[in-house]
């Protein structure tokens, strides 16, 4: 039933570590993918480092009063089981409904996920025990916290299934960044292509940051007409660093 | 993946085919079950009589332009399997996120499930092409209608899983019963008692609504206290029909 | 605790029920009140007849397990006790918090208000069972319906204190006017001043619906310039039927 | 200031009249373009006609007790003013920010639409006075009803101005059809494109429907595999009526 | 009118200081309450402490203009006369109906309360002068801030009555625990049960902490299996620090 | 088509540097305008500076794949042309519907507005690559971020326009201030009566905190009776300062 985790190949990671998620959405709508942003996946601090993974996803639906029970979370369809089967390196993106009042993981959780080596967790719901889940060390990208548990307002049914977060569809294995503005998707079909031209859109708006900073009125210069793009052109030849 | 398909009871149906929702909630809610009514599953025209079967459920997560395409419709999963995988009596249920910008379906995918002996359709998005759907003579309960396509928002994932729809968590064979009011879960372990309770429950409120006719006000009437029960009691036994 | 409820003098009922809530909140505006249409007030059926009358506050908070029990009913604070407080003519208006999926009343409420003298209900909530409602013959401005019972959703705390209702602060014997566009409050210290204005707003816009009509085009008219308030004038002065 | 209103083609009004807004949204949706639909544009009555007509579009801005006042229906930026520029055929698109608590439009102000020939309206808002408005003969779609002025919550700033309508761009002499599902908005510029290839797809559907009826199945049929397009090409060369 | 203020003993308030909401929530639902979680109630600084009080209820309805107006501030019934009858330690609990943009509070009423020895202020609304609350020092758990003052979207009606609060039916008296994840509410009858099983859940959650902290995966450890739950009980009794 | 821009008198930015937005509220709401507060824009780091400007206008509506796409950045009504008409010393004021899914601006537009001296930056919508912009030193009161860029969500259609922010009519050259609590609008006309009534309005608090500091009671003096009132004039007239 579920999809088999896939790993991903560092170099992806390493460059993708680079990029801001704001430059990997311009370039995806440049290739018409104008719903990849995850929304509500706010960093829980202020300080979480850019990420790059792979997805495993977790589905709730509502809360049942007659499955939503604190028994439920022994049972083998369980986020405990779910955690059991997230490989290291991976984001953990959990369909959480939009729910607000439920904190879908605590410490506990969070902490085994941490031991597991996930390296992030991104949910369009929220967190519990903020104290708790802060000690963990887990960078979580969510909406926010309630210390009601996940029962309260959620049925877990399944992993490593399509899913919605944040009005976005996620597949497994799809790939994730997420850094300071939030969480964005690349369809795993596309990372190649969208890696190329992610770098060199990097380089273009850092050539006209530097334009900016220098004095020049934006009209020409961003999007560069054609007199810019042949400055821009020579300098990027001058200082190609890519080797 | 999908669960099987059951046949519902034809006894099942005659009895709660005599139950209204506001019936069904009470007693579900007597039995500490508060979150099973679909919200925004409306009649589309006033005039549908009430429904009882089983929940044939279909899955949607929002659409992204690389999936939820025409193309997609002819998919080996695509909600066209889907319907030709229903079988007769059964209430087709599509969590569609609450999606009203979007149509799940139109005239010729409605047609083809009147045809397969579909008894109802229920959803928390919204049908396409009013008029095209009406003439089908399709029942359904939704949020409205509205004209594009579900890709325009909706990627369809898949079908007789557990799904959230109208905040309710509905699993593959649930009973469903939906009338004027809208759509009631019924969830398919409790069903026996369910009826059992909601039979008395309607006997009930008709003697106590004869009572209101006659003049009696309502303290001590609705809830009975022990007196009106008592009396209520002797009506019952004089005018047992069940044999 | 409660405000006693307060009769409504024969003649205005008679001069409100010429009045639209259209003038009316017209009227009330141009004395600097923006805030007296009660939102999500709609008639249950097209056909209900304007109403005029002292509004009747009943008071819901959200629900919770160990008080919203349908023990509860039988308890000495219940909508039960209120509705028997009711006296004939009152409008009962219910503050619900706005809450759609359980409904406030259903069938044996209602005729019981209808048996009352209870002219009609207006609530930013909703009723269950539609059609047991509509054979009570009670008129009721609502937001729709749904199947499961208050205590679903709702606790009662009282009657005839100060409520909000549809986004607007309504007191007890304020007076109330709902038609077909919906429910206004006038609040009771201004009474006479807005029947007044009214009627005279009434004149004017059907004559300006009259030379519209004849067409007339709008700049001038509507408001109207001074010579078009003259004539107005001459015509009011020559078809006055006041006496 | 605003821009000149332009007529629209009346082969192109037939063409249109003959085609639902579930076709021409999928038609746009092939051509890229997943926002063309007007959100909470419903028809005020159910047995309104479709309409084809450009875009006359007017803009508010949220009320300030300084500014939205009975006073500023005398300015020369007013709605009068601007119902005084609307051309015979056109369909009025009025922004009003899904406000639903204040009515841009009463009896008055569409009786000169209707007197000046306007095709009908269409807005993210509500009118108010239900009967009146009704009795005009005007055709509206929009959110509903609400009796309290445009004043009491927007502010009137222009017309034919580009404005935002149920979450669209719509810029003056686009065009507009609208229908039982609500309505669709085609950019000038694809009018050619879009007709042809409706026209197609209404046939399309057409013959697909009539194979539904006949006992096919989905998969294969809709969309058509290679043998169904043969049939559907071979059925349409022997039916062409287009001359 | 108003429920007379009760002390809350000096033990409870230092056991449930040591207990976290997320805790408390888990407890009540097991209890059957799944609705005591105050939504909306974030802390205005990250760093207030947990606190435990009864609470104060006041109760706002939406503004009227002939009511909600500075003038009111005088009234007898205002927040003014509300705040002095607040007793030492209690918790205020403010239904503000959610509303965002008028602030309930400002820098002198906070003053005020501090100085009356009042523990914290809890709302579904907001404040508003951010840096003047953050200089009386009061705790406040709320949804943010804003400039306009209260009578902008708000009129006072009492206190120590039943009110709503963050969809949570708070009633007088009411016990209430505030932390970083926000307020969550213990009825007053349920207070001795709830502590007791707080703390023996707070020490197994540390003990189930400690284990996955040395590496035990998730299945048979939360929830515990019967050999988990027979090392805890080992462990507890061995590390029995209670008397 | 644009207003043009005009300056603002030094005097009074300097005077209303002193006046916070709460009491510039108080004061309006006196005058009778309630709804002049910025909804949703919340400053984007804590400690921005206060800031008195006149509104300089952006209008978007929504994004249409026909006109909103990285090619349009370069059309002359675009964001690049209205931030090079922006004067020194102006706030920028973006109408942006609310739309939370993409940022208007990123840290190359900001940088140029910081080159050309605009003061400030307020917004019902977001920005993006918050590291970026936060680099340039431009303050901003907004949503919050979004990576996505404008064109994802938003189409530009022009500046010095009245627009729609935050719920708010904001017409150029309107007057702002924005401090930690968000953003409100002082109309042009009421300009310097607002000032002398704030001016003594931040006084009077003033003189109200040192007594609640003191230790008095909030009846009679919040708002002061006549005897404090006395008092207060008596300690106004001893400290005079702006003799």
């Known amino acids: 039933m579920e999809t088999e985790p896939l790993a991903l190949d560092a170099k992806v990671i390493q460059a993708l570590s680079g990029v801001s998620t704001a430059t990997l959405?311009?370039?995806?709508?440049?290739?018409?993918?104008?719903?990849?942003?995850?929304?509500?996946?706010?960093?829980?601090?202020p300080d979480q480092p850019r990420l790059v993974?792979?997805?495993?996803?977790?589905?709730?639906?509502?809360?049942?009063?007659d499955l939503a029970t604190p028994a439920s979370w022994g049972s083998p369809i369980s986020t405990r089981a779910a955690i059991e089967a997230m490989p290291a390196g991976c984001i953990a993106v959990v369909g959480a409904l939009g729910?607000?009042?439920?904190?879908?993981?605590g410490d506990i959780l969070c902490a085994r996920m941490k031991t597991r080596g996930v390296a992030g967790l991104v949910t369009d719901g929220v967190v519990r025990d903020l104290a708790g889940v802060l000690g963990t060390g887990l960078p979580v990208w969510c909406q926010g916290t309630a210390a009601p548990p996940s029962v309260a307002g959620l049925t877990f049914v399944g992993w490593q299934e399509p899913i919605a977060c944040g009005g976005v569809a996620v597949f497994?294995?799809?790939?994730?960044?997420?850094?300071?503005?939030?969480?964005?998707?690349?369809?795993?079909?596309?990372?190649d292509d969208v890696i190329a031209a992610a770098l060199e859109q990097e380089r273009l708006e850092s050539w006209i940051m530097s334009q900016?900073?220098?004095?020049?009125?934006?009209?020409?210069?961003?999007?560069?007409?054609?007199?810019?793009?042949?400055?821009?052109?020579?300098?990027?030849?001058?200082?190609?660093t890519r080797g």
């Open 99 to 105: 729910v607000t009042d439920a904190g879908i993981f």
């Open 25 to 45: 959405t311009t370039v995806l709508l440049k290739k018409g993918l104008r719903n990849v942003w995850l929304r509500g996946t706010r960093p829980l601090t």
């Open 172 to 191: 497994p294995n799809d790939v994730i960044v997420v850094d300071a503005d939030g969480a964005v998707l690349i369809p795993a079909a596309l990372l």
């Open 212 to 240: 900016v900073e220098a004095g020049m009125p934006l009209p020409g210069l961003y999007p560069p007409n054609e007199a810019n793009t042949a400055r821009y052109r020579a300098w990027a030849k001058a200082n190609d």
């Open 53 to 65: 993974g792979r997805a495993f996803t977790l589905r709730f639906v509502p809360a049942r009063e």
